[in-house]
Every structure is written in C-alpha cells, then in structure tokens.
C-alpha cells in the first residue's frame, strides 16, 4: 500500500511538472502582448520565450501583471528587438528568477528591476551600453553579473543592495562607473569588502586606478576569449553606419558612423550578426555608388541588398573593403538623370524636369540650401563652389565656376 501511495505521489509530481505552461510569443508590428496571449495563457504561463518586433512599455506592463499577479517566473527575451528596458519596467517582481535579455539590448532604465529578490544571476548581451540609476537596486539575491564588452556606463546605486559576489568583466577599458554603482549596503556589507572583480588578463592595473572600480578590494584576472576583429576601410568619399539589426530587416539603432580613408576596427562576438548601411543615395554625397564590396578579399558585392544593407556574421578575424565610385561631373556639362536634365551656368544652376519633381540643394559639406516642387525649367543662383543637386531619389555633384 505505501509503494502505491509512493507512485501516485511520484506521478502527480510528474503530472504538475508536465503541466507547466511554457509560452512561446512572436509579436510582429503593430502587434502588442496583451493581444496574443489568452487570459489562461496570461495566467498560468510559467516561462515566456518572445521573439520578434520590439516591445512597448505596455507589453512590459503585461509581464509585469502576469509576474506580481500570477505565475510567471522565467522571461527569455534574447530573441526580441527590444533596445531598452523602460524605467521600472519590472519594479518590485519578486517572483521574477531568470530574465534572459534582448540581443540588441542599449539601455537599461531607471530603477528597472528595483527589488526583483529573486534574480541570482545576470548576463548582459554584448551591445548593452548604459545601466542607468538604480537599475537592480536592492536585488538582494543577485550573486553574479557577467558585463559585456561594449558597456559604456554604470550610473549610481545600480547594484546597491545587492548580494554581489563576482563580477566578471569583459572589457579590456573599464567602463565609466561611480563610487555608489557598487557601493554600501551590500546584503553582506559592503561590495567593495566582500566581492570579487574579475577582469580580463593583463588588465587589472586599468581596473585599479579606474573610477568606481579602484574601491574594490580584491581584484584578480581570468581568461576571457577574445572577440574578433573586424576591420574596415572604405575608399571613396562615403560613410557607412553600423546599426543593430532591427526585425523589420531595416537596421535599427547605430552603434557608430564609419567615414573614408580611416582604418577602422570594431569587436565582434561570437554568432553575433553586425548590420552596416552604406551611405549612397540616402546622403548628401550620393554621387558616389557601390562599387565593390570585399570580405577577407573576396567580392561580397551581391549581399548588399537593394537599401544599401549589408549583413554580416563573423566568426574569425576578417577584413572589409567598401570601394565607392564617384559619379564626377564637370563646370557646364549637361548631367542626364531619369526624366531630368542639370546644367551649371556662370551664376548658379538649371534644372529641367519632365515631371513633378522635388528638388533639394546642398553644399558639398551637407548643408541643406534650399527645396522646391516644380515641373519645367527653372535656373537657381548659386555662388562658385561645389554643390549637391537632389532630384527625387536621384543626385549628382555639380560644380560651379
């Protein structure tokens, strides 16, 4: 009778196990949480695993109900194209235990996961850049946190509070940090006393004369795995932008702007996608145009898509060459553009146009002169110099002399 007694308990044990609920959400734009999700999923959802178009701070605020209200416990969101995590967003979830955060994560909020007691761990994904004030305050649990090499910022009492006892960090430059991101009360004193600091081999003296960083006590070095390299070189007067990808496929926030002729590197981890948007028509020096595109020096030029985005996954060291080709044009020659026809004359320019067209002017610097709406011929004085001529989506380099 009591193997019997055993076994049904063993299997009602099995039972309630299978019966978590584990939700997998794919939002698209346009789309929000509250929407998808039924009430019983809204209710009894245990582990929620969202993909997907970014999320808003009402779809923060579901899980934010479903974590405080119900059952939920685990948020995997590194598959989302979430940026930030709004301020408070997940304030005062104690049942929260496990956030797995957005692969294109930049920012986290003020006071975001103030008094989630219950998180024990964190690891910051590699394009996070700033924690903003008191983001894990009084997260008494949290034992250990993993920083990403591209963090910028630790602003005040980010960690105060907390049960720190290692930190690892990735970045061979400490990040910017203040005497209370880390400091005082500690669960068990002081972080500065009572944690250790991890940095990368060869780099603890960088950590000892830091901000922030030289008030903890013991600091020691461990290997970390190197990022890889790439390095980028662009011929010809362009720049491109490095972007986060976004869901949409369009690129999403920019990291940093890449201009010619400079020897540029950036780091990248392992499997992580980088995004570049090589500048031609959509800028002020859109006379010049893709000419090739080379990695490790082999013609890549077909994966530029058809808006100037390139899509790249490194996975060793590796080389980029951008060549542009400059469309030149010289003082009075007659520039032929799809239904339109530019001439420079000894004050200025002339445009002709077969259609209703939008026209924009620009210095040679960028500097936006004047826009018009017409269709015919109309001459525009213009003092000697170098000029941009936008016609719609077209554009070409003029020079008045």
């Given at each position: 009778m009591k193997k019997i007694l055993l076994l049904l308990m063993g299997l009602c044990f099995c039972w309630n196990m299978k019966s978590q609920i584990t939700t997998y959400v794919e939002v698209k734009e346009g789309e929000t949480l509250l929407n998808l999700l039924s009430d019983r999923e809204i209710e009894q959802t245990e582990k929620i695993v969202i993909s997907g178009n970014y999320l808003t701070e009402k779809?923060?605020?579901?899980?934010?109900?479903?974590?405080?209200?119900?059952?939920?416990?685990?948020?995997?969101?590194?598959?989302?194209?979430?940026?930030?995590?709004?301020?408070k967003a997940?304030?005062?979830c104690k049942n929260l235990k496990s956030i797995q955060l957005p692969q294109y994560l930049i920012n986290i909020g003020y006071m975001a996961f103030e008094h989630c007691s219950g998180l024990k761990s964190i690891v910051f994904p590699n394009s996070l850049e700033t924690i903003n004030t008191g983001a894990f305050w009084y997260c008494s649990s949290l034992e250990k946190v993993y920083f990403n090499r591209r963090l910028k910022e630790i602003e005040g009492d980010s960690f105060h509070g907390t049960s720190l006892q290692e930190i690892h960090c990735k970045s061979v430059n400490p990040s910017l940090c203040e005497f209370s991101s880390f400091d005082?009360?500690?669960?068990?004193?002081?972080?500065?006393?009572?944690c250790i600091l991890y940095v990368p081999k060869g780099c603890k003296r960088d950590y000892m004369f830091a901000n922030g960083w030289l008030n903890f006590k013991n600091i020691q070095e461990e290997y970390v795995e190197p990022a890889n390299t790439l390095k980028i070189n662009i011929k010809g007067g362009t720049?491109?932008?490095?972007?986060y990808p976004s869901y949409d496929g369009k690129g999403g926030n920019i990291v940093q702007t890449i201009y010619p002729d400079e020897d540029y590197s950036i780091e990248?981890?392992?499997?992580?996608?980088?995004?570049?948007?090589?500048?031609?028509?959509?800028?002020?020096?859109?006379?010049?145009?893709?000419?090739?595109?080379?990695?490790?020096?082999t013609d890549i030029t077909s994966q530029v898509t058809d808006d100037n985005m390139l899509?790249?996954?490194?996975?060793?060291?590796?080389?980029l060459e951008i060549i542009m080709k400059d469309q030149k044009v010289?003082?009075?020659?007659?520039?032929?553009?799809?239904?339109?026809?530019?001439?420079?004359?000894?004050?200025?320019?002339?445009?002709?146009?077969?259609?209703?067209?939008k026209i924009r002017i620009y210095t040679i610097t960028g500097e936006f002169l004047k826009s018009d709406l017409f269709c015919g011929t109309k001459e525009y004085l213009l003092p000697k110099g170098i000029y941009i001529i936008q016609i719609d989506n077209n554009s070409q380099k003029v020079i008045i002399q």
């Open positions: 779809d923060f605020a579901v899980l934010k109900t479903m974590l405080i209200q119900y059952n939920l416990k685990t948020i995997d969101l590194e598959k989302s194209y979430t940026p930030y995590i709004p301020q997940f304030e005062g005082g009360d500690g669960i068990y004193g002081s972080l500065y006393e009572t720049f491109i932008w490095w972007l990248v981890e392992e499997n992580e996608t980088v995004c570049f948007h090589i500048a031609e028509e959509q800028n002020f020096f859109n006379s010049w145009q893709i000419d090739t595109v080379r990695l490790n020096g899509y790249l996954n490194i996975n060793k060291n590796s080389i010289t003082a009075n020659e007659d520039i032929e553009i799809i239904n339109h026809s530019v001439k420079t004359t000894t004050n200025g320019v002339q445009i002709n146009t077969t259609k209703l067209s």
